[in-house]
């Protein structure tokens, strides 16, 4: 979901048009009930060259009551005819644009009359390079028609009714240059040289009910792979160029669709399945119907040389998209406020099929790291119900954020587990064959869910997505007569100094894992406090087991909390070690735990294997070091932090094996650049060997290591470095080639070189589609950060919209990284006088970071001094 164009001067109207998109919305609002569509008939004539479009459509509706008055979504459309059919005649319209609400509203002469009606539009409008609409899409060697209307966007391209809960058919015509082709949501089903004119004309079959938002269309010389899976044809698409890279994508398509098959109780509903790699692209990938669009860099690989990481990356956005045509295409949540159904659902989804294909990858292991992650943005009091209210467009731009997206997914997670998968699935089911080819709301799926299981499945649900935050349960016990009594008490968890001030109610499914099992149970905990009792005094109890439940968990009793980090590594699973290292890291941040207690409790975990386990720890390290450590007592504890690692990587070894697992392959990725990161020699010095050998021959280099290696050479190199690795990223072979350079520019340490690279963007020599990355790239430490800040500030008005993405991710949300009250103050001010367009809460948010990283500061500095006293 990545980022917009730059506009050239000489095409005015572009930005007069962007320059809407910049402000409208501020006042938009839902249509009026009294006239529902049902189909679109579209015809599309865009002249790529030209940079223009013009069309016609007719839309079928039924108009609910007489009215005088029709408005639609319209958005930079210049409407040259505008008419209604209905009761036997044809009225003319007056056509009034109401852009600040992005509509237009056509006002007849005499009352429409209630009853089946036809509009008549003729319209037309330019091409955009802006990566909204229908806009024009740029490879290294032409320029592509293309599409992406989630959320508002659609009346970018033809008026209508763009709102989710507005569903209909359409049936598709459009014109394309000789040699070109069209992909949309039917197949092609007629195809008409276009006499004198070089041209032809693709007709479409008519699409599934669907909401306008769901509607694709890609012109352009794609050529595609096929294949055909439990009989749908599935084909990835992609320029003629890159055609060979889709097979990896074919592949996991393949497995998706018969993986979903199976689960859902309905096969896979919409005849075909189209996948197209665009090359600029916002979204990762977008779940059109039956024609899912994709960033060709999510979609293509050269499977041969990828990472293990970007094979897992591309399967499973893959997997998500086809998740996606149930579950969101098929079934719409009526309205933007429950986004979440759709994204929330397909998040939770996606590794399913990827770990029934590939289950060394552990992906349930990088699921658990990811729901406790998200905790981390529903911590802050800034943080957001699942549950929504937007109105405006930016609102609902800002609802694809990680609450959307990873607390949906963690609490489906937990509900999946508290009724049981089987249960759960045909809960699912019965929710889609209710509402197959319409809209839902959260109340629908709970309520099914709670049908189908019998369990309070309405009462629990609304706690978690009704109301913001994250429960905190705080665990106490004791042991009396061979039984243990345990009290769970609950409160909203805060890194903030204000949690104790909450009084909100979750119900929550707490289930508890004991030492040789004696004592373990499951309990519903719905009041502020619960006395539960076990028959029997085990000698430790953790209190979230398999890590599915949705909250944090503080242990009153220091000698239990002990023994559960002690017994760890044999008796907790890795998404259960994964929970205990972010709770106790989340309570020492909170200021609940002396931050020695964390990392004493790191130094039990020492013989960890666990990449996910590892990769946490050695985040929450590196934010001590950066937060806590004095100057003078930075070599002691980056000599802790090498202790901490190198035994793993000597076992693991820089030099791959043949017989390598792909975990084995991210692990040693993952540690060099941890213990580079730390100053460890000889980790150094393996990455630069591995650099430089990449740089002779990038075959002859495991893919998965290539990053991490570029990332610590550059961190320790110099301008001649630079020099030679921007050289190599202008003569890349691939993308893979490409990014790793790229992102190795933003890892130098030298101001002048991290000038250097934003000097890039200057030049035009970066993909806007990557800004959303390379920013936060930048702003990821010093100096980088300060420097990139100040370029983003002298460079706002025409960057405000290309560096932060939907749900605020980008520029905006990295921002979080500054820890002082200086700073703090400075973006405060700097937002109060910018604006920032889908990323309010964004702002917000990073500032509450920057706040709680100063609260840490205070909380923690004199306990890291005693730790450091203590000779660790």
Same mark, same amino acid.
């Given at each position: 979901m990545l980022t917009l164009s730059s506009f050239r001067a000489k095409f005015a109207l572009f930005i007069l048009i962007f320059s809407i998109m910049a402000v409208t919305g501020l006042q938009a609002q839902r249509l009026p009930r009294t006239v529902v569509p049902s189909h679109y008939t579209l015809f599309l004539d865009p002249d790529i060259n030209g940079q223009k479009f013009s069309g016609e459509e007719t839309i079928t509706v039924q108009v609910q009551q007489p009215t005088s008055e029709i408005v639609l979504?319209?958005? /930079?459309?210049?409407?040259?005819?505008?008419?209604?059919?209905? &009761? &036997?005649?044809?009225?003319?319209?007056?056509?009034?644009?109401d852009q600040p609400s992005e509509m237009v509203r056509l006002t007849f002469a005499k009352p429409v009359p209630a009853g089946a009606a036809t509009l008549h539009l003729k319209y037309s409008a330019k091409l955009t390079s802006g990566l909204r609409g229908l806009y024009l899409s740029k490879s290294a060697r032409r320029q592509y028609a293309v599409t992406q209307f989630e959320g508002t966007y659609a009346r970018m391209m033809f008026p209508g009714f763009d709102e989710p809960g507005f569903k209909a058919t359409f049936d598709l015509s459009v014109t394309a240059d000789k040699g070109d082709t069209a992909i949309s949501n039917g197949h092609i089903i007629k195809d008409e040289p276009l006499a004198g004119s070089g041209r032809h004309k693709l007709t479409f079959s008519t699409s599934p009910r669907m909401s306008t938002y769901l509607v694709a269309l890609a012109i352009g010389d794609w050529q595609c792979l096929e294949r055909t899976v439990d009989g749908v044809p599935i084909r990835v698409c992609a320029v003629p160029e890159r055609k060979q890279e889709g097979q990896f994508a074919l592949d996991a398509a393949a497995q998706s669709v018969h993986f979903y098959n199976q689960w859902y109780g309905i096969k896979y509903p919409f005849g075909k399945l189209d996948m197209v790699a665009i090359p600029d692209y916002e979204w990762g990938g977008m779940e059109n119907t039956a024609s899912i669009f994709y960033r060709d860099t999510a979609l293509l690989m050269d499977d041969k040389t990828a990472s293990v990481f970007s094979k897992r990356g591309h399967a499973t956005v893959v997997a998500h998209e086809i998740a996606h045509q149930w579950f969101g295409d098929l079934v719409t949540a009526a309205w933007w406020d429950d986004i979440w159904l759709n994204e929330g659902f397909a998040s939770w989804m996606e590794r399913k099929p990827i770990i029934a294909w590939h289950p060394e990858w552990h992906l349930e292991d990088d699921s658990a790291a990811t729901a406790q992650q998200v905790i981390g943005q529903d911590s802050l009091s800034s943080a957001r119900a699942i549950h929504g209210n937007p109105s405006t467009s930016p609102e609902i731009k800002e609802m694809f954020d990680g609450i959307t997206y990873e607390k949906g997914a963690a609490v489906l997670g937990m509900l999946e587990t508290y009724v049981g998968p089987e249960v759960f699935r045909k809960g699912v089911n019965a929710y889609l064959q209710a509402h197959a080819n319409g809209n839902a709301t959260s109340a629908d799926f709970w309520q099914a869910m709670a049908r189908v299981s019998g369990k309070p499945v309405d009462k629990i649900m609304p706690t978690f997505v009704m109301q913001p935050g994250v429960p905190l349960v705080t665990v106490s016990g004791s042991c009396a007569d061979g039984k243990m009594k345990l009290q769970l008490s609950q409160q909203r968890f805060l890194l903030g100094a204000s949690s104790d001030k909450q009084d909100q109610v979750w119900s929550i499914p707490v289930c508890t894992k004991a030492a040789q099992s004696a004592g373990s149970a499951c309990y519903l905990a719905d009041k502020k406090t619960e006395n539960v009792t076990a028959d029997a005094c085990p000698a430790w109890v953790f209190a979230n087991r398999d890590a599915k439940g949705y909250y944090r968990v503080f242990y009153e009793d220091q000698e239990n909390l002990m023994n559960v980090a002690t017994a760890a590594e044999k008796e907790l699973t890795?998404?259960?070690?994964?929970?205990?290292? !972010?709770?106790?890291?989340?309570?020492?941040?909170?200021?609940?735990?002396?931050? /020695?207690?964390?990392?004493?409790?790191?130094?039990?975990?020492?013989?960890?294997?666990?990449?996910?386990?590892?990769?946490?720890?050695?985040?929450?390290?590196?934010?001590? !070091?950066?937060?806590?450590?004095?100057?003078?007592?930075?070599? !002691?504890?980056?000599?802790?932090?090498?202790?901490?690692?190198a035994p793993l990587a000597k076992?693991?070894?820089?030099?791959?094996?043949?017989?390598?697992s792909d975990e084995t392959k991210a692990l040693r990725a993952s540690l060099l650049e941890i213990l580079g990161d730390a100053g460890d020699p000889d980790a150094i010095a393996a990455a630069q060997k591995i650099a430089q050998a990449y740089m002779k021959d990038p075959n002859s280099v495991e893919g998965t290591i290539v990053g991490p290696a570029l990332t610590v050479t550059a961190e320790n190199g110099d301008a001649a470095l630079y020099d030679q690795l921007n050289e190599?990223? &202008?003569?890349?072979?691939?993308?893979?080639e490409y990014y790793h350079y790229l992102f190795a520019l933003t890892s130098f340490r030298q101001p002048e070189l991290v000038k250097r690279t934003l000097s890039l963007v200057d030049q035009g020599k970066i993909r806007q589609q990557d800004y959303v990355r390379l920013f936060p790239a930048l702003l990821s430490g010093s100096p980088g950060r300060e420097i990139a800040w100040d370029y983003l500030k002298a460079h706002w008005d025409s960057l405000a919209?290309?560096?932060t993405s939907f749900g605020g991710r980008g520029a905006v949300s990295a921002l979080g990284g500054f820890c002082s009250a200086a700073m703090h103050d400075e973006i405060q001010q700097f937002f109060t006088d910018h604006r920032a367009p889908g990323a309010e809460r964004a702002v917000k948010q990073s500032l509450e970071r920057i706040t709680t990283c100063t609260e840490f500061k205070q909380l923690q500095g004199g306990n890291m001094e005693k730790w450091l006293a203590q000779g660790q």
């Open positions: 979504n319209s958005l /930079g459309l210049e409407i040259a005819l505008a008419e209604v059919t209905a &009761g &036997g005649a044809t009225l003319s319209a007056q056509v009034t644009y890795v998404p259960e070690r994964i929970a205990l290292v !972010e709770d106790l890291w989340a309570m020492a941040r909170a200021g609940k735990e002396p931050v /020695g207690v964390f990392l004493d409790a790191t130094k039990a975990l020492q013989a960890e294997h666990s990449r996910s386990v590892i990769e946490l720890i050695s985040g929450h390290l590196d934010t001590v !070091e950066h937060s806590l450590v004095p100057e003078q007592q930075q070599k !002691e504890y980056r000599d802790f932090v090498r202790a901490q690692f076992e693991v070894g820089w030099n791959a094996g043949a017989n390598d190599a990223m &202008g003569r890349a072979h691939g993308p893979d919209e290309k560096v």
